[in-house]
């Protein structure tokens, strides 16, 4: 099984990284995020096992660009998601991987290296913790001292979401959070597939919903080129989220 390949393989990833942290190199891109020698090395040291599991499959990843999805296949890949947390010391960051078929988001997996977490998803297979399967994220409101994750710090909506507004700067610990529910929910700006993919799938499987902020039902079939995804919202269903409404 997909899925269960990937593991093994993240954690080998994560090992490279913290190594290569010790020359760490960093750059910064046109848009001003930034880039290091590490985020670039384990993209090559992904790219070409994780197409060994499923030859003639396209390739998505963060740093060496894009290859279309085939019948065989769509990886996304983003080595080091959290950059910028990586280059400066800070814990919260990870390294994650998506298969998708058809359109459609079957495998994923996040590491959290610094935090010991390894997330696995399988579509319709559930959501697991270091091997323990994810208890399903209750629904209903999201109560005004509960914390709601943004992905974008530039944008704020202050005063028209419920909850608590926190912004970690990367999706794959924070869409871990809305997993694990120390985020109830979370909601996104200018984000790419190899970003998200991965998390999707996690908080899918563990009962969450995944919409638009329009509210439509998200597709990832839609986001399978280099164009960012259109802003949406991870969280519990039958929520007081204001779909629609955000100005």
């Known amino acids: 099984m997909i899925t269960d390949s990937l593991e093994p393989l993240l954690r080998e990833a994560a090992e490279i990284a913290v190594e290569l942290r ?79 078929r058809n359109g459609v988001i079957e495998s994923g997996a996040i590491f959290l290296p610094e935090l010991g977490e390894m997330y696995l998803a399988s579509r319709g297979g559930g959501a697991y913790l270091n091997g323990e399967r994810l208890a399903d994220i209750p629904g209903g409101a999201i109560a005004e001292t509960e914390l709601l994750g943004n992905t974008d710090s530039q944008i704020h909506f202050l005063g028209q979401t419920p909850g608590k507004m926190r912004h970690i700067g990367s999706f794959v610990v924070e869409s871990a959070f809305v997993a694990t529910q120390r985020y109830r929910a979370l909601m996104t700006g200018t984000i790419r597939l190899y970003d998200c993919a991965a998390g999707i799938l996690l908080c899918r499987e563990a009962g969450a919903e995944v919409r638009y902020l329009t509210g439509e039902v998200f597709d990832e079939s839609r986001h399978m080129g280099v164009e960012p995804c259109d802003p949406f919202y991870m969280g519990p269903r039958e929520s007081n989220f204001p779909f629609g409404e955000l100005k």
């Open 22 to 100: 010790r020359g760490l190199l960093v750059e910064q891109k046109k848009d001003s995020s930034l880039v290091t020698n590490v985020d670039r090395a384990i993209e090559q040291f992904l790219k070409p096992r994780l197409l060994e599991m499923t030859p003639g499959a396209g390739f998505y990843g963060e740093e060496y660009g894009h290859s279309a999805g085939t019948e065989a296949g769509y990886w996304v890949v983003d080595p080091v998601d959290g950059t910028s947390n990586f280059a400066f010391g800070q814990p919260l960051w990870g390294i994650t991987a998506a298969f998708l």
